[in-house]
Every structure is written in structure tokens, then in C-alpha cells.
């Protein structure tokens, strides 16, 4: 089952924060977030798995909920290289190690 | 620098060609991936490979297959391209085990345009 990410899109200022929710109607293992830039190739930004810490890339955190089943990327005092498409993804608890993709959230960080 | 190259950025062939896209990495990665992305869909796994002349379908393996002789390319083949096969195509690879399974180096894309 795909992950429900929201919001679809978000248009910041700089310096402005945000949040990103990757949502599963399974129980989780394993959450991935991704960002792709416009004509690259999507980067890894950072693992969280069930029962793990909050994880942290620069100004970039997220969290794992594993009641809600539900991980949340925050982007903190956004930067103009923000900007981009974040891709969550997802292993479900039992599920061969199987990684899901969402659709995506586009993120514009204007001056 | 670590990376995993796609031969071609931009393709564009006709209806019935046979396309080959290739991958190639360098990271001594034991898994390779092929997705496509078109708007509104995501991400979607063609095929995957855990090694060498290993492979395994994805969510989408109609109307490719692919190869891999080597460790280090993983070849993407459209036998008969149509035109509903016109996308993106990312290729990925990552290590074997633990976590880091799940950690994808992706390649820049080849887009592809079938007429």
C-alpha cells in the first residue's frame, strides 16, 4: 500500500519552516526520505527506522510515530537550495524488505 | 566521487525499436534497480537485481526485461517500444545488507521518447 504524502506542494519563503508527512495505512519498519531536484536524480537524506532516534541533515530533522504510523520531515529556516521534490519511502513491518514509494511533496523556496 | 551513470540522458525512438539503456556503477553495490517516474505516479520498480545474473519483477515488468553480466551494469531492454513506455528511467543501486540495503544511489535518468 503506497504511503499518502502531504502536503502535494508547498511554497516557502527563505528562512520560512515546513513540514512533510509520509503516512501508512500498515504498520512501519523503516521510513526513507528522498529529495530530487528539478532535472536530477533523487539523493538520500535519511533513514529512520522503528524504534530509532530522530534522525538530522542540516537543518533537515524527521520523525518516526509509530502509533500513528506516520513520519514527519522538517525543514527548519528554509534555504533557496531546499527547493525540490521529497520523496518518502517506506518498508512495512513484514513485507520482505519491499520499499514503497509516496508521490511526493514539491517544496519552492522563493527569495 | 561515487556515482551510478546512465548512458543516455535523452532517447528518442520510434514504435517497435528495440531500446537498450544502460547502468553502470561503481560502487561495488550488490543491488541494482530500474524505475520509471512519470508525473503524478511516482516511482514504480520495473526490475531489481540483488546480483549477478540474478533478477527478480518489480511492480511494472511488463515490456521489459534486462540483464546484468556483470556486477557493476544492469541493462534495462524495451523489445518493441511503445509509445505508453515514453517516461523517465532511473536506474539505482545500494549494498547488500543491513540498513544500508535500503540506502539508493540513483543515476541522473535517461528520458526516453518513444514515437
Known amino acids: 500500500q503506497q504511503p499518502v504524502q502531504s502536503p502535494q506542494a508547498v511554497i516557502l519563503r527563505e528562512g520560512e519552516d515546513a513540514v512533510i508527512n509520509c503516512s501508512s495505512s500498515?504498520?512501519?519498519?523503516?521510513v526513507h526520505w528522498y529529495r530530487q531536484k528539478h532535472g536530477e536524480a533523487p539523493v538520500f537524506l535519511m533513514i529512520?527506522?522503528?524504534g530509532g532516534e530522530q534522525k538530522g541533515h542540516e537543518k533537515i530533522s524527521a520523525s518516526f510515530n509509530e502509533k500513528k504510523q506516520q513520519s514527519s520531515l522538517y525543514l527548519t529556516a528554509s534555504q533557496l537550495s531546499y527547493s525540490g521534490t521529497y520523496f518518502c519511502?517506506?518498508?512495512?513491518?513484514?513485507?520482505?524488505?519491499?520499499?514503497?514509494w509516496g508521490l511526493g511533496t514539491s517544496l519552492a523556496v522563493n527569495p | 566521487d561515487v556515482k551510478v551513470t546512465q548512458s543516455s540522458r535523452y532517447l528518442v525512438k520510434r514504435t517497435g525499436e528495440k531500446v537498450f539503456l544502460e547502468c553502470v556503477q561503481d560502487?561495488?553495490?550488490?543491488?541494482m534497480f530500474w524505475y520509471r517516474q512519470d508525473p503524478g505516479l511516482g516511482l514504480r520498480l520495473i526490475y531489481f537485481?540483488?546480483?549477478?545474473?540474478?533478477?527478480e519483477k518489480g511492480d511494472i515488468p511488463e515490456g521489459y526485461s534486462v540483464s546484468r553480466e556483470k556486477k557493476e551494469r544492469f541493462s534495462l531492454i524495451l523489445e518493441s517500444a511503445s509509445t505508453n513506455q515514453t517516461s523517465m528511467y532511473l536506474c539505482?543501486?545500494?549494498?547488500?545488507?543491513?540498513?544500508?540495503?535500503?540506502?539508493?544511489?540513483f543515476g541522473a535518468g535517461s528520458r526516453l521518447t518513444v514515437l
Open positions: 529512520l527506522l522503528k
Open positions: 537485481s540483488y546480483d549477478v545474473k540474478m533478477k
Open positions: 560502487m561495488d553495490h550488490e543491488n
Open positions: 500498515k504498520a512501519l519498519y523503516s
Open positions: 519511502g517506506i518498508i512495512n513491518a513484514g513485507n520482505n524488505r519491499k520499499l514503497i
Open positions: 539505482a543501486s545500494s549494498p547488500r545488507g543491513g540498513s544500508g540495503a535500503n540506502v539508493l544511489t
